[in-house]
């Protein structure tokens, strides 16, 4: 069964930075995508990066690349977002998903068939 967890979140200043992590279990090492996913209150569900290990193509929603990055560990055990100059609408649950096949990339919610609990992250001001 594959499941998913994001952790990290917490509170900080605009300006500053913080590394969410997704830990997956029950998928192929090689062969999965995992895609970041954050919902503010009031906003719909958007998508934030995604990233493939079968061909490490990483993707960002255009209006965050630049100050978040998407990687993997070495191991290909974890996914991170690293979020950097945060801002206070940056805040938001935050969420990691994954599709069953194939492992490629997208940043909408019908692509992805197993989410995480999500983890709150807050920016203030």
């Known amino acids: 069964e594959v499941q998913l967890q994001a952790t990290g979140g917490g509170l900080v200043q605009a300006g500053g930075s913080l590394r969410l992590s997704c830990a997956a279990s029950g998928i192929t090492l090689d062969y999965y995508a995992i895609g970041w996913f954050r919902q503010a209150p009031g906003k719909e569900r958007e998508g934030v990066a995604c990233?493939?290990?079968?061909?490490?193509?990483?993707m960002y929603a255009d209006s965050l690349k630049g100050r978040f990055t998407i990687s993997s560990d070495n191991d290909k055990t974890t996914v991170y977002l690293e979020m950097n100059s945060l801002k206070p609408e940056d805040t938001a649950v935050y969420y990691c998903?994954?599709?069953?096949?194939?492992?490629?990339?997208?940043?909408?919610?019908?692509?992805?068939?197993?989410w995480g609990q999500g983890t709150q992250v807050t920016v203030s001001s």
């Open positions: 990233f493939s290990s079968f061909d490490g193509a990483a």
């Open positions: 998903a994954s599709p069953r096949s194939p492992p490629s990339c997208a940043l909408y919610e019908a692509w992805f068939d197993y």
